[in-house]
């Protein structure tokens, strides 16, 4: 592993000394610390339970370079990403450099900050390092760590006490072919979202063309007490790229956070999505969809801490694979012996569409309090024949049978998604993924409504 | 309107038809009784083309046509209905979607244009009424999270926008206390009209008591043992299906 973080050490020197001087002194000792435990834990291996089934050889192999600025990127490209008809604050990064220009945020309620976290030292830098790095620990986990040495920009969003921001903010981290192939996106996200206060969050992961680069993102989110966060997390990059994304939600007591992870890009894609649900009567909806094609391997790992009282959280994961598509979920609830009265719900479903195609699915409850609700089930098989039968006796062709079972089994997932115009971004995503590697233009748009 | 003969059918290596004999014409209403595992739902499936029963001998001609021979959708298509006894639930699938898609591809088939949603609504509001549902279930997912008797009456719903010429009814009174079944009975009265034709497979002759049939037949390990008309369901409540199987015995 020294051979390979031996790059890194370099790449971070040069980081370090370019443009990335500007941060505040405590940044500096944040990335070093990143560093030193990069350095130490080095890339994971399948001999680690956390990464049994998923091998990042490809990426530890990988030579990626940080890229140093952002590509101009043509405005008729960037509208492609954006909520069609849909009115939005947008932060655009282009390899994970801030493009002012492909940004819009005017328009926000009074006190809400939607900025890149560069811009945002200056006014906010007594809150970004209260919370920076404070839920997103990179002691264990390498690709955290490596985040953390090259944190640089990202999105900083603050919505103060009791506001709502009810249309979406959009978040659009694009890569693209930088001077050399394989270009490293460092990505660092912080969200706050203050006591009574609502925000919709879109994050999305897109690539202008087809390129191998590595995205590396880590986005922490804190919901204070009684607020509510919708955060739709929409991966669509290169399918030659490597995507590695580590999201951290802390909840207060009383909050309601809403996530979902739609994964359909990248050779290979790992999220590590946790949330500690920190405070009583806290409900966390944790959902997620993905759709592997072709060689493709795509993670979900999450982790559930249930740490106070009346707590409820619902996971709902499904997947469809074909090809020689690998997926894997891990799906980790624990449940500390205070925490009584948990609710806690956790399903896994995949549609297997090839014979080649493998999932390995596992749930993990760790449950310490006696008096719980705790379920989990895990799904792997073809098109339900029962469903197909029930269509086809009402006249509907057995192609079309298919084409609507297979929509319907990703709307029943997308359908946790509350924000009605975050819902139909995702669902339209879905079909035009679904017709391309399905091979199948018949597929109905929407059956749903 | 259709003719069964001697149909013969099994399901995992086991024949449970054992050669049925039917007729049933236009306008009329038959009843097909038998105790449990006499193969009444056997028969139904069969009609409607479910893959997992094998025909193994016999014949059925639905208005002129080999319907052995077709497709469940084809049926569908010709004018074969089946209301399921255990309607599935199918998540992420509106019910609206379900049987526009249903009903447009019926129309398809048979040259005429398809429904715009303006108009299916239209008619979908129109036909719920039949049943007495609320407009609140257009966009549930298909049966998901709806009750035994809401699983039923969307059955009904669905037959009255299919207009069938065949409806098959599978045990709709199962699982159905008094209110629901006098609702989904009346449904299915509404939708009676001299060119179409109903086949009601039940158990119990509760159900008979709403809907009228014109012949009552008893189902026994496979066979039609015996036809009447409607006075025979009355006599099957009375004595139970033990009169019909000793009277067997003494003519055997």
């Not at chain 2, 949603?117 to 998901?144: A, G, H, Y």
């Amino acid at each position: 592993m020294v051979e390979v973080t031996k790059h890194y050490v370099s790449e971070f020197q040069a980081f370090e000394k370019n443009g990335a001087r500007n941060a505040p002194a405590w940044v500096h000792d944040l990335r070093k610390d990143g560093l030193t435990i990069f350095n130490q834990l080095g890339f994971p291996t399948t001999k680690q339970e956390e990464w049994k089934y998923t091998n990042v050889t490809p990426i530890a192999k990988g030579t990626f370079k940080y890229s140093g600025s952002a590509v101009t990127i043509d405005d008729e490209v960037i509208k492609n990403f954006l909520l069609d008809g849909v009115e939005q604050f947008v932060l655009t990064f282009v390899n994970g450099h801030f493009v002012p220009e492909q940004s819009q945020t005017n328009g926000l309620p009074e006190g809400v900050i939607v900025q890149n976290l560069i811009n945002a030292y200056a006014a906010q830098e007594n809150i970004i390092q209260e919370n920076l790095s404070r839920y997103a620990t990179h002691q264990k986990n390498p690709f955290t760590a490596l985040n953390t040495a090259f944190i640089n920009d990202g999105a900083f969003i603050h919505v103060p006490a009791h506001i709502a921001v009810e249309k979406p903010i959009h978040l659009l981290f694009l890569s693209t072919k930088n001077v050399n192939d394989q270009s490293a996106s460092y990505i660092r996200n912080l969200i706050v979202v203050e006591e009574g206060a609502k925000a919709n969050i879109l994050l999305s992961y897109r690539s202008a063309g087809e390129h191998r680069n590595l995205t590396n993102s880590v986005t922490e989110v804190i919901a204070k007490k009684d607020s509510a966060v919708e955060v739709v997390k929409v991966q669509k990059e290169s399918e030659s790229a490597f995507h590695i994304d580590n999201f951290h939600a802390h909840q207060h007591e009383t909050s309601d956070v809403r996530v979902f992870s739609l994964a359909l890009g990248g050779a290979i894609a790992r999220n590590d999505m946790s949330v500690i649900i920190d405070g009583e009567a806290a409900e966390c909806n944790l959902n997620g969809l993905y759709i592997v094609a072709g060689e493709q391997l795509i993670d979900h790992h999450t982790f559930m801490h249930h740490i106070h009282p009346n707590c409820p959280s619902h996971e709902l994961f499904k997947g469809i694979l074909t090809d020689n598509a690998r997926a894997v979920f891990n799906g980790k609830v624990y449940v500390e012996s205070e925490a009584q009265k948990t609710d806690s719900k956790q399903t896994n479903r995949n549609l297997l569409l090839s014979d080649t195609a493998i999932v390995d699915t596992k749930p993990e409850l760790e449950i310490f309090a006696d008096d719980v609700k705790c379920t989990h089930g895990a799904a792997v098989g073809g098109m339900n024949e029962s469903h197909s039968f029930y269509l086809k006796t009402r006249g509907i062709t057995e192609e079309s049978a298919k084409g609507i079972l297979t929509v319907g089994f990703a709307a029943e997932a997308t359908s946790k998604i509350v924000h009605p115009a975050l819902r139909r971004h995702v669902d339209l995503l879905v079909v035009e993924h679904l017709r391309e590697k399905l091979h199948s233009a018949s597929l109905p748009d929407i059956v749903h409504a | 309107m259709i003719e069964i003969k001697n149909l013969h059918a099994k399901v995992a290596g086991r024949e449970i038809l054992k050669g049925i004999n039917l007729t049933v014409k236009a306008g009329e209403v038959h009843a097909i009784m038998g105790p449990n595992g006499s193969g009444k739902s056997t028969l139904a499936q069969v009609l409607s083309g479910h893959p997992a029963y094998e025909v193994t001998d016999g014949q059925v001609i639905f208005e002129g046509q080999d319907l052995l021979d077709m497709e469940p959708e084809e049926r569908a298509h010709a004018g074969v209905f089946l209301a399921f006894q255990y309607p599935v639930e199918i998540p992420g699938v509106s019910n609206s979607y379900f049987l526009k898609a249903g009903l447009n591809e019926i129309r398809k088939s048979r040259g005429l244009e398809e429904l715009d949603s303006m108009q299916f609504l239209k008619l979908l509001k129109e036909k719920m009424k039949v049943v007495e549902m609320d407009s609140s279930f257009i966009n549930r997912p298909v049966n998901e999270g709806f009750s035994g008797g809401e699983k039923k009456r969307n059955e009904i719903l669905q037959m009255a926008v299919l207009e069938p010429k065949l409806a098959i009814l599978d045990e709709t009174d199962s699982g159905l206390d008094i209110d629901a079944l006098k609702i989904v009975a009346q449904g299915v009265n509404k939708l009676k009209s001299p060119s179409n034709a109903t086949i009601v497979v039940t158990h119990y002759q509760r159900l008979l008591n709403y809907i009228i049939p014109d012949f009552v037949h008893v189902l026994v390990n496979g066979k039609i043992v015996k036809s009447g008309g409607k006075e025979l369901a009355l006599e099957l409540e009375a004595n139970g299906y033990d009169f019909v199987k000793e009277e067997l015995m003494q003519t055997t």
